[in-house]
Structure formats: C-alpha cells, structure tokens
C-alpha cells in the first residue's frame, strides 16, 4: 500500500548534482512601494495599453492555431528597435531572458562544460547553469566590483571555461563594463562568450553597446529584455542578438511554439510605440541618479550605477534594515552582501517616500546602524 507519510525533495531521486540547490527567492511581499526586484515601477501610459489591448483582442480570434514558430514579425520588430544593422536572422527570443540564458545553456553548455562568471553576478546565471548540467565557476572582480581586461583574461586562461558570461551594466551592483574588457575576453576563450544586458537602456546614451562588437565576431551573443525600460516584465519577453548560426542553434532546443500568440502580439504593439515607452526611462534615470546623491547624504555610501537601481552600503545590519523599511510598506532587496542593500529607482514620489522613510529610520537608530566610512 502507498506511504502516507509526507516526503521532501530530499527523498525523492532528483539528480545528484541539483541536491542541495535553492531555487531563485526574491521576497514576494505585497506593499506599497516595490524596490525589490528592479522592475520598471511606472505603468505602461493608457494609450500604448489600449494598442496592445486591441492586439491581444485580435490575437485571440486565431488562437485555435498554434503561433507563428518562427515569431518572425516580432523578430523584425526586435531589429529595428536595435539598429545597428541587425536583421531578424540576427535576432531570437524567448519568454523573459531567463528562457534565452537556458536554451543558450542547453545549446552550448551542458554535462562536462563549464561556464565563467564574475561574481557577484546576477543569481540566474549560475541557477540556470545548474538546472542544464553546465558547471558553474565563480571568479573575483577588482575593486569595485569592476572587471579589468588583465581581470578576465587571467580568469580565463586559468579555467578554461566553454563559455564566458559578462553583466554589463552587472546586476546587483549597477558597474559599468567597458568594450575593451569584451573584447579581451573574447580573444582569450575559442568557447562563447555572452554579454548579458538586460539593463542597457539605463546607461548613458553615448555609450557603446555591445551590439558594436559583433560584426565579425560569430562566438559572441548579447542579451536583451523588455521586462525593464519597457514596463514589461509580466509579459516575459527576452532576446538576443548574435550571427545566424546562433540562432540556428538555439532552434535545436527550444520547445515547439515557446512564444504565445499574445506574447507576440503585445510585444509588437509595445515596440511599436517604442519612443513613448521609453519616455519613461529618462525619468527613471532621474531617480536613480537622484539616490547616487542623497543616499551618501544619509551616510551610505554607493557605488557607480549605469542601471536603474542603486547598491549601498554603511549598514551595519542589513536585514534589521530591510525589516524596518518593510514594516513602512517599502521593500528593497537584502542581497547577502556585507553592510549592503540595493534599492530599485522608483518613480519620484516612490523615491521620495523611501528617502524620506529611511531617513527617519537612521535618525531614530542606535549610532551602529550605519558603519562609520573609512579613514
């Protein structure tokens, strides 16, 4: 007769290499004000909605039929918006740049091949090289928590990785990644190396991409998403932009039909009003660069951010201050770095009430709360 007896994951024959894995855990709390996960707070203006609205009402009469696989008016979407002289054999997409980093990994990584990071990094890229088989190695950065072109070729040339992954601008800490660093490393590896950035509209608008570097350059893929300067991240639309052949590759493994009828659907009538949605990063920017100046005022230091949120440190107990924060209706993300946090740019009134709260925290606390700056 069956056990009735409860069981956990641990007694059951999940693979030996998964044994031991968390799974990805940004608090869920339903507040006021979310600072949490660097989502673009603004809302998406009424009439870009009531585009995508008759998009998705007109999607829905064929929906007896599978989507179009190939979801080639959107990739043609996707390759304007980008330029450089991308077409749609340039670029793929996926559900969220989540679903790009794993069928990316499927592709090119798996059992017996390893890939590089620099860390601290975004969390998805060594859970996402967990769930496929790909082992994960973890270099240092340089002082804050930059990479240097000597940095990524030493690490490398010492491990050997299958494939490279670079954050630019690097997630959770905002730094800027320069080109020459991109192209050392490159030249350094015969494996893949892919440029994840998903935060690229933040950085300043004189800034070369990515995107610059890959003419002549088939082993290099950059990755992109929607979810943050277009308001998008409930849809789930992320993509990459990389030679045909890698595109090619990723036909292998990706499931049939993986894009919905109405991902495409809303995702076209969004890039479609590509200026008005990108109106808002301007604003966002504002704020962002608004918390570079107050936060040290407060006697937290920050660090340089080309995204659109903000690490600071000084915080001798950065979970008593993410408690206090959260008991003001505001959420921020308590990361596991030393004396650290990281805040999202809101809009200016969310940004004001989150300096103006924790403000009144640091007044009302014990002098240990915020950690003296060196001398």
């Not at 998008?232 to 493994?253: E, N, Q």
Request: hydrophobic residues 45%.
């Amino acid at each position: 007769m069956p056990s009735q007896e409860p069981i956990t994951l641990a007694d059951l024959p999940i693979r030996n290499d998964l044994r031991g894995q968390t799974p990805y855990g940004a608090p869920q709390e339903h507040v006021r004000i979310q600072l949490n996960v660097n989502e673009n707070t603004h809302p998406i203006p009424e009439d870009v909605a009531v585009d995508i609205q008759a998009a998705l009402a007109l999607a829905i009469r064929t929906v007896n039929r599978y989507p179009d696989r190939e979801f080639s008016a959107l990739r043609e979407s996707l390759s304007r918006y980008l330029g450089h002289g991308l077409t749609a054999e340039n670029i793929w997409a996926a559900n969220g740049s989540n679903e790009i980093l794993q069928q990316f990994l499927q592709a090119f990584g798996g059992p017996g091949r390893s890939v590089l990071g620099f860390r601290p990094t975004y969390s998805m890229h060594s859970i996402i090289a967990a769930g496929t088989g790909t082992r994960w190695i973890g270099a240092d950065r340089d002082e804050e928590f930059r990479i240097s072109p000597q940095t990524a070729v030493a690490a490398i040339e010492r491990e050997k990785p299958d494939i490279v992954f670079l954050c630019s601008p690097n997630n959770p800490t905002g730094t800027p990644l320069h080109l020459d660093t991109i192209v050392a490393a490159y030249e350094a590896t015969d494996g893949m190396v892919l440029v994840d950035e998903a935060y690229a509209e933040f950085a300043p608008a004189n800034l070369s991409t990515a995107l610059t570097l890959l003419p002549g350059r088939p082993r290099l893929v950059v990755t992109r998403t929607m979810s943050k300067a277009f308001a998008f991240a409930g849809a789930r639309v992320g993509y990459l932009a990389a030679d045909p052949a890698v595109t090619d590759a990723m036909r292998l493994v990706r499931l049939p039909y993986h894009l919905s009828a109405f991902t495409q659907a809303a995702a076209i009538a969004a890039l479609a009003h590509t200026a008005e949605m990108l109106a808002m990063v301007d604003d966002i920017k504002a704020q962002r660069d608004r918390l570079l100046v107050e936060l040290p005022k407060l006697g937290y230091p920050v660090h340089e951010s080309w995204a659109n949120f903000v690490l600071f440190g000084g915080v001798s107990d950065p979970h008593a201050m993410f408690e206090a924060l959260l008991a003001n209706d505001i959420i921020i993300r308590d990361l596991g770095i030393a004396n650290h946090l990281r805040v999202t740019a809101g809009t200016e009134a969310e940004t004001t009430e989150f300096i103006d709260v924790l403000q009144r925290l640091t007044a009302a606390a014990k002098p240990s709360v915020v950690v003296p700056p060196s001398r």
